[in-house]
């Protein structure tokens, strides 16, 4: 039977402490993306702007009867670990919404096919962040958004770089998003909380905003087909892997609530991610290395030992050996054979 209880009152979060591995806020060069020149793929371009346009999950993100059973049963630590988990999953997808708003606005009357897309997308990102956000409030939390807008600082990064990461984050979301439905749809009694069964059709949003990237990327052979190209393909998917795997250690306590095993589950992911994106990019990570997992793991030690030294406020110099760690591990992951992919759009005319 589900019970209802009234609701207490409503926490305001204006957002957590930021740091290196939190979600980041981006801007770009408006004024050089309006430029593209999209011509030589266009018809792929368009395409995914109309799968945008017939809007497959305008009806999806519509809270139902199981929202309202009374969540005051999960114990203090629960309740704190799902509050974490919607938080930076909320900061994430309004981050999103944020840079694809000002993109499609930046590029209306100079590229106005792109902006179509980019529009499109930050309504995909504003309705997943809503959605989060408003299941925040279901353990008496609420983010501010609007103070978020104002007060997290920008990063700004150049549109090919823009294209590289957005690119992995939309394809790594949607590979951790199908991952978990999969697994809670096999275990249903781990399905503690309704909006699980929201992911299935949730990452294929993920899968469509990558696929919009991978298409424009196509239509800049540069990024894709130069020795500079293959630099930046390790250097993004090393950056995206890394930084999923250090937060969801840290994070362990969430995935075995849901019946998951953090490791294993990023694990899947990378490969899983890596196996996209050697659709696209020029090279891809050997995740089958036998240095690759303990490499990783060298960085998990690492950025444990900087977070115990944190708490103790260390000196920076008692945390040097941990950066040390850190630093070398990355440079010896970045330094692996990589595996080069065979495309038309990857090979030198």
């Known amino acids: 039977m589900v019970t209802t209880t009234p609701k207490k009152v409503t926490e305001t979060k204006t957002a957590a402490k930021e740091t290196l591995l939190t979600p980041r806020f981006y801007t770009t060069d408006f004024k050089e993306m309006s430029q593209l020149d999209i011509s030589s793929n266009l018809e792929e371009v368009e395409a995914i702007v109309e799968e945008f346009r017939i809007d497959y999950n305008r009806d999806h993100f519509i809270r139902d009867k199981e929202f309202t059973a009374s969540w005051d049963t999960f114990d203090e630590e629960t309740r704190q670990i799902f509050i974490e988990f919607l938080e930076r999953s909320c900061t994430a997808e309004f981050s999103g919404f944020l840079l694809y708003k000002e993109i499609s606005r930046n590029l209306k009357k100079q590229n106005p096919l792109l902006a179509e897309g980019f529009s499109f997308m930050s309504r995909d990102e504003a309705r997943h962040a809503g959605f989060l956000n408003k299941a925040m409030s279901d353990f008496n939390v609420s983010l501010d958004l609007g103070f978020l807008t104002k007060t997290r600082k920008y990063t700004f990064f150049a549109p090919k770089f823009i294209f590289y990461a957005t690119y992995l984050s939309e394809k790594i979301g949607y590979w951790r998003y199908i991952t978990i439905y ?168």
């Open 182 to 349: 999969r697994h809670l749809e096999k275990n249903p009694n781990y399905r503690v909380y309704p909006i699980f069964r929201f992911f299935e059709s949730w990452c294929q949003d993920e899968n469509r905003h990558g696929d919009f990237f991978a298409a424009i990327m196509k239509s800049q052979t540069s990024l894709l087909n130069t020795f500079e190209s293959k630099l930046w393909s390790k250097f993004f998917l090393l950056s995206v892997f890394v930084t999923m795997y250090l937060n969801d250690l840290q994070r362990s306590d969430f995935y075995s609530t849901i019946g998951l095993d953090s490791k294993q589950f990023d694990l899947h992911v990378i490969r899983k991610t890596n196996q996209s994106a050697g659709t696209l990019f020029p090279v891809i990570l050997d995740c089958e290395h036998p240095q690759f997992i303990p490499l990783l793991d060298k960085c998990a030690e690492a950025n444990q030992q900087l977070i115990d030294l944190e708490k103790e406020s260390q000196s920076f110099f008692s945390k040097l050996p941990a950066y040390v760690l850190m630093a070398t591990s990355l440079l010896k992951l970045y330094f692996l054979p990589t595996i080069e992919t065979k495309y038309i759009w990857t090979e030198k005319v």
